[in-house]
């Protein structure tokens, strides 16, 4: 089992409409959450992190945590064409020395 | 947030020779560093974490004695590919972590090994 597990995609989404992207976890030790943007040839950009559970909400991102459940997602809300990029997941354990494990990415397109 | 600068950007080099890829971060310092591999269509793969001053710990199954890590100061680590080969092109990003802060990536190197 991969430790950090997402949807490959491409997860097509009209424009304006909410992207929904989700990622499980293996490892109950996780702590840290983050997600990050990536754009073809570009390395990754940081989007939002949460490390309780509930909802973060941060302009039209919203990252969403379920420890009992290992998941989080994130919500992109009007999205835009400009959105379409692979978004990775990645997680930090307790002791892993602040180490991210990243999720292989899902590929978000925003249509017209 | 923080900014991370790489360099060079892209490198071609012939079978054999070795690459040297600095990273630093602008306006912060960075108590550890981070060197990953990323393949076509694949996620990041962690190489090493590097802290100023110490010696870097590999991810099982990166060789050491290929992928020399520095980091000699806190705004400054780099990554040597030593000898290079074809199966080491690949596209390699650093990260830098203040103190009790994320992660934040430099632009990331294109290395292609003929």
């Known amino acids: 089992q991969k430790e950090v597990e997402q949807n490959s995609g491409p997860l097509s989404v009209p424009e304006g409409a909410i992207a929904s992207l989700n990622c499980t976890y293996s490892?109950?030790?996780?702590?840290?959450f983050f997600w990050y943007r990536q754009y073809s040839g570009k390395s990754p950009e940081l989007i939002m992190f949460?490390?309780?559970?509930g909802d973060k909400e941060d302009g039209r991102f919203t990252a969403q945590l379920n420890k009992a459940s290992q998941y989080v997602s994130l919500l992109i809300r009007d999205s835009q064409p400009s959105d379409s990029a692979t978004y990775l997941c990645a997680v930090t354990v307790t002791g892993g020395g602040n180490k991210l494990t990243f999720g292989t990415g899902t590929q978000l397109k925003v249509e017209l | 947030g923080a900014v991370v600068s790489q360099h060079p950007s892209r490198v071609i080099c012939k079978s054999g020779t070795s690459v040297k890829i600095e990273c630093r971060s602008l306006?912060?310092?960075?108590?550890?560093m981070f060197w990953y591999r990323q393949f076509p269509k694949q996620s990041l793969m962690l190489m090493a974490t590097?802290?100023?001053?110490?010696?870097?710990?590999?991810e099982q199954g990166v060789e050491k004695d290929k992928f020399l890590i520095n980091h000699a100061s806190l705004t400054l680590s780099t990554l040597t590919v030593t000898s290079a080969h074809p199966e080491d092109s690949s596209f390699y990003i650093c990260?830098?972590?203040?103190?009790?802060?994320?992660?934040?990536f430099g632009p990331g190197t294109r290395l292609t090994v003929l």
């Open positions: 590097s802290n100023e001053g110490s010696k870097a710990t590999y």
């Open positions: 306006d912060f310092q960075a108590t550890t």
């Open positions: 990260s830098a972590r203040e103190e009790r802060s994320s992660q934040f």
């Open positions: 949460i490390y309780s559970n």
């Open positions: 490892d109950r030790g996780s702590q840290s």
